[in-house]
């Protein structure tokens, strides 16, 4: 019988999760929900140099956020020190692993030869046979750290998932650290170590660690074990084909949220990152791909990141969403970015009102606050040229004074009562309804575009409609009482 599905996400928090960590991470939710299996979170911080303040935050924040829940974790590597050493030690007291200690000058001294012969980098082994507790040079105070044993030849094979067989030569593998002389174990000693105690079934993660596996393979077979089955996900490239980086976008995942992208718009186009269900479907919910998803669909090839297609993409769900879903995203946008003289907290309701004249058009829900300012804003500011548009001074300030009569006799302020108040006078006043309108929309908007006229001037209301009316027409007949 097979063994059930456990995996993992195992981000190192030496930076923020970028958009590769969280594919990474969404590959090994969506096949553990797929398969009815376990999903860990696992903190690889075992690196103290390179530690990031927040970013374990953020890495959590960010799953929270598009909704990948874990089932066990985080676990912490930092907490599980003493266990590493133990394993650590059984390997060299079985002659796998050895003490080095061979100081920073000495490696120092025998890259610079390395480099100067033109030689492969790596450490030369010169500890490898001393036997446990013997320096290599007379400095006692030097803190050794362990090295593997690696094979000197030999070839090491893995059976990638998706990428087939990929064969190693052992001879390009050095006697890497397994312990540093901090106590800390290396990525490598660490991460075998825990996937193996936590029952790993598949390692799935980025491409760039497949170098990486021959050494896990072997440090899986010193320790007597059966390695999981891995499976390495093709890199993300950049529109332009290089590898994806600050260059190509938002880095990490919080600044598409704070950019106004959805959660599961997000999901959807990090899941077609190297996985596809067929050569079309593009639109899928977060169950469906769940449904669909399998390593055999993913992809061996790089997949590229469009950012126009994210986009695109993110317009379609936020069209999807209820109005009143639509309204509720919106407002942690718009109580952050309206100008601070509107009053806070902003006023949901009226949000609600507002929200679907702009849903149509909102790409992303930070664009919403400049589509929606000037519902706000008392005292709008715009050029007078704008309100005049092509036409005439005389001929504008005559259609607002016409549209502010006939406006003024209406009982009901709704759009279709408006229309029909306002539309008729264009005739008389020899305007096409366009540039009429236009006067309008500026008068009470404050700019040329907006949502639909009379939609906006219902929820604008009575009072502020006439106000911005009124104030628009003295700004072009100042002299006019
Ligand atoms: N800590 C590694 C990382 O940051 C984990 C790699 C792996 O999944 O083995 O990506």
Known sequence: ???????????????????????????????????????ILRIEDTDQARKVEGAVEIILNSL?????????????????????????????????????????????????????????????RHCRDLGHGKTSEADPAIAPVIRFK????????????????????????????????????TYHLANIVDDHQMQISHVMRAEEWLSSTPRH??????????????????????????????RHGATSIDEYRDRGYL???MINFLSLLGWSLDDKTEIMTRDEIVRNFTIERVSKTAAVFN?????????????????????????????????????????????????????????LLSEVPSLVDFFFIDGLEYDDSLLQGKLEKGQAGEALEQ????????????????????RPLADG??????????VLRVAVTGRTASPPLFETMEVLGRDRCMTRLQVALHRLQPDKK
């Open 1 to 39: 019988m097979e063994a059930p599905v456990r995996v993992r996400f195992a981000p190192s928090p030496t930076g923020y999760p970028h958009l590769g960590n969280v594919r990474t991470a969404l590959f090994n939710w969506l096949f553990a929900r797929h398969t009815g299996g376990t999903f």
């Open 217 to 246: 393979v072997l440090l899986y077979e010193a320790f007597g074990w059966q390695p999981p089955r891995f499976a390495h996900l093709p890199m993300i490239l950049g529109p332009d084909k290089s590898k994806l980086s600050k």
């Open 429 to 438: 006043l020899g305007l096409k309804a366009g540039p009429f309108f236009g």
């Open 307 to 363: 950012l126009t297609k994210l986009d695109w993409m993110n317009g379609v769900y936020i069209r999807n969403l209820t109005q009143q879903e639509f309204s509720r995203r919106c407002l942690p946008f718009v109580e952050r970015a309206l100008p601070a003289e509107v009053k806070r907290p902003v006023d949901a309701e009226y949000l609600k009102k507002i929200a679907p004249l702009v849903q149509e058009r909102a790409k």
């Open 64 to 124: 929270q956020w598009l909704g990948m829940d874990w089932d066990e974790g985080p676990f912490y590597q930092s907490q599980r020190l003493d266990m590493y050493r133990e394993y650590v030690e059984k390997l060299v007291s079985e002659g796998k692993a050895y003490y080095c200690y061979c100081s920073s000058q000495r490696l120092d001294a025998m890259r610079q030869e390395q480099i100067r012969l033109k030689q492969p980098p790596g450490y030369d």
């Open 403 to 422: 549209a502010l009569n006939a406006l003024d006799n209406i009982r009901e302020w709704n759009a279709g009562d408006l229309e029909t108040a306002v």
């Open 263 to 265: 959660p599961e718009a």
């Open 150 to 185: 690696s094979p000197l030849e030999g070839r090491t094979a893995i059976t990638d998932l998706i990428r087939g067989e990929v064969v190693f030569e052992n001879s390009t593998l050095d006697d890497y650290v397994l312990l540093k002389s901090d106590g800390y174990p």
